[in-house]
């Protein structure tokens, strides 16, 4: 049962009241308060001190302070006014029962629109941070196409600029071939004017040592015969017809059963593209050779781009899985990356290609040593 407080005092103001609430021998870090707009409790065991307050307060302004065995309550009251007492007077058990009953579900009522007030702000927060968050988004994206699109307006005025630069060098080009072309047929008739002269001069000198020869004849009849000297024919041109042939050598240099045996491998190639790999049909007419793509490996395992130039090679050996350098050059490539047995597996099918004895040796040397038979 605790015992009730009754030692304390209190003042007031039109506008405040202060209670001092003695607790001497009490830890006052035990101390509970509770107020309310018509009540005021303090609980600190074994000491329990309670009002009921004359009029109402605004309790979420009013303060309480605890220190050298003391609380001293401010309270703001609602309407200014002189109190008479500081409690009611004529309250009975029930009345004090419901006070508190309702002090309880008010305090209760408060607590419950204070969280859900938190809860609301929390939920703004939030809502704001991710609105924010969306925003630096988009613009971040903006951004990201802007620059994209920047870069690829740049590209294709490069591409536009490079198109134009290797138009004009071919008209360049072009026009040069006719310069030399047309200095090429002066100079032909000027050798071909040269020789005539010389034929007519060694013509006439011919005469005169048949004229010097004869003594009958005078100068008036070598004049004469130089006069009745016939002029030279007309400047014509002879169209020359070649053979058509498909290699750009002469027929007379050419080794017909190679060629038929090339010409038939390129056919072969290409009727496996058409059907087996739908991987060419974006590329040119010139890069569907397995040289071309041979060189154009080459060049990419030149620039240490080491899967670009297996996938040339992939491509290569698709169309003609006979040529040994290919297999050879992939597994430069997988010694590159240390794909080791991908390395021997390459090796061991060009060995097998140029049908040589494979014996087991380290990969390293199985590339040097095919290097060293195809004289690389």
């Known amino acids: 049962m605790p015992l009730q407080v009754s030692d304390y005092t209190w003042q007031q103001t039109e506008t405040a009241v202060f209670i001092s609430v003695s607790l001497r021998g009490v830890s006052v870090r035990d101390t509970d308060v509770f107020c309310t707009e018509n009540y005021l409790k303090v609980n600190c065991p074994p000491f329990l001190f309670e009002v009921f307050l004359y009029a109402p307060i605004d309790d979420e302004s009013s303060k309480a302070k605890i220190g050298n065995d003391t609380i001293l309550f401010t309270l703001h009251k609602k309407e200014a006014a002189m109190w008479e007492t500081l409690s009611l007077s004529g309250v009975d058990k029930e009345m004090m029962q419901r006070i508190r009953e309702k ?79 047309h200095q090429q047929g002066k100079q032909i008739e000027e050798e071909r004017k040269k020789l005539k002269h010389k034929s007519l001069t060694r013509n006439s000198a011919s005469r ?126 997988h010694l590159k990356l240390k794909n080791l047995h991908k390395a021997i597996e390459d090796s061991s099918k060009a060995y097998r290609i140029m049908k040589l004895p494979l014996r087991l040796i380290h990969p390293t040397k199985l590339y040097k040593v095919m290097l060293r038979r195809f004289g690389i």
């Open 103 to 181: 002090s309880v579900l008010q305090a209760q009522e408060k607590a419950k629109e204070a969280m859900e007030a938190k809860a609301a702000a929390r939920r703004e927060d939030q809502k704001y941070t991710l609105n924010v968050m969306m925003k630096i988004e988009e613009e971040e994206r903006k951004k990201i196409e802007d620059m994209k699109e920047n870069e690829r307006i740049k590209a294709t005025k490069e591409l536009e600029a490079w198109k134009e630069h290797q138009r004009k060098a071919e008209e360049q080009r072009r026009i040069q071939r006719k310069e030399k072309l």
């Open 208 to 333: 005169n040592l048949d004229t010097k020869g004869k003594n009958s004849e005078n100068i008036f009849y070598e004049k004469l015969k130089e006069d009745c000297i016939p002029a030279p024919r007309s400047v014509g041109n002879i169209k020359i017809n070649f053979t058509p042939r498909v290699f750009p050598t002469a027929l007379r240099e050419s080794q017909v059963a190679e060629e038929e045996e090339w010409l038939y491998k390129q056919a072969e190639a290409r009727r496996a593209m058409n059907t087996e790999i739908p991987e060419l049909s974006d590329l040119k007419e010139e890069e569907k050779n397995p040289e071309w793509l041979k060189d154009k490996g080459n060049k990419l395992f030149a620039t240490e781009n080491y899967l670009a130039a297996i996938n040339a090679y992939n491509l290569a050996i698709r169309l003609n899985n006979k040529i040994p350098l290919l297999y050879l050059n992939r597994a430069a490539c």
